[in-house]
């Protein structure tokens, strides 16, 4: 656990200019304490104690403007910036080193059942606003643009803009 809160940290450091002290990203930056309140809300999810997951990850919500849902599956080192407005569905599943803006949805349809929200692979960042929907795949190293609205997979290495997205680059690694 102490391992994860590290490497969030260092993520944040590495990726945010304003986060230069490693006490201040701990105590201060909601990205940090949502994920510390997801952590513990998922173990409560695991072991179908879902009235208590809920109302971890409601008093979350309600501290940091961060909704995770407890079923979410998130990788290390996950960070979100200026975090209000985040949304973060049951299904959904975030890489390694993913980066999220503010106002990002990672949601369903309303259509779909089982699996219904986004998966993103490693070092994935999603743009503010943007919205990712249904059962999407978002491929290693992609990049989402602000405000776009994504309905289809995206390649890895690729950058999806627009609504609804489409693909304006796709990079060879």
Known sequence: MFADIKSQIKHAQETDPA???PVTVFLLYPSINARLMHKLAHQFYK???????????????M????????GAQI????FIDHGMGVVVGETAIIGDH??????VT????????????PTLGKNVTVGAGAKLLGNIVIGDNAKIG???????????NATAVGIPARIIL???R
């Open 19 to 21: 986060a230069t002290n």
């Open 47 to 61: 072991i179908h104690w879902l009235f208590m997951a809920r109302l971890i990850s409601q008093l979350a919500r």
């Open 63 to 70: 501290a940091t403007g961060i909704e995770i849902h407890p």
């Open 75 to 78: 990788g290390k080192a996950f």
């Open 98 to 103: 993913c980066k999220l803006f503010h106002g």
């Open 106 to 117: 990672l949601g369903g349809t309303g259509n779909e059942c089982g699996k219904r929200h």
């Open 146 to 156: 602000a405000n776009a609205v994504v309905l289809q997979d995206v390649p890895a």
């Open 170 to 172: 796709k990079e060879s």
